[in-house]
């Protein structure tokens, strides 16, 4: 005897076999382990990235307001006050017409609102002092990679269900995670 069928649509069909679906077990994975596994839970920004208002480029650190009358024909001299590697956190105060020597990722001193790229400077010493010789003006939060610009806290960096891919460790090790929950 000839067993007879009766034709569904295709989403019935998709529902019928989603409702038989299994759920994997979930597992705690190394960064390192969990390329192309689907995540347990969604990856969320403990905090945000970045956590301070920090540089992009090597330069110097400075308050925009003091920069207005830069020109070719009015080149200004600031101070350098402080040299700040990666990692540094600024010590000093920056004052009017001083800047901060400030590497790519450091954290911007409180009185600065812009950065001023190296390759637009000129380093002069006068008197024994470091000074910097520069052309233009810069506007408030030029060159500046604001607090939060990247992922703000609880923001889902990557979503359950997803497939961890290798571009997500840069994420995940930004919020401080050294394993996911995998399936």
């Known amino acids: 005897m000839v067993e007879r069928r009766t034709p569904i649509s295709v ?44 540089s992009p480029y090597d330069g110097f650190a400075l308050r925009s307001a003091d920069t207005t009358k830069a020109s070719r024909e009015n080149p200004l001299e600031f101070e350098v006050v402080e040299e700040l590697g990666a990692g540094m956190v600024p ?7 001083q800047v901060a020597r400030i590497m790519t990722g450091t954290q911007l001193p409180a009185e600065c609102d812009a950065v001023i790229m190296l390759e637009l400077t000129e380093d002069i010493v006068k008197d024994g002092k470091k000074y910097i010789r520069f052309k233009r003006s810069v506007k408030e939060g030029e060159n500046v ?6 992922a703000k806290e609880g923001q889902v960096l990557v979503k359950k269900r997803d497939r961890h891919q290798p571009r997500d460790k840069g994420g995940s090790c930004d919020v401080w995670l050294s394993s996911s929950t995998c399936g």
């Open 11 to 54: 989403s019935e069909a998709v529902t019928k076999v989603m409702s038989k679906k299994l759920e994997g077990e979930a597992e705690w994975v190394s960064i390192d382990q969990c390329d192309r596994r689907f995540l347990a839970e969604d990856i969320i920004a403990t905090h945000d990235v970045p956590h301070f208002d920090r």
């Open 145 to 150: 990679s604001f607090k939060g610009e990247d």
């Open 91 to 97: 010590s000093v105060p920056v004052n009017e017409f």
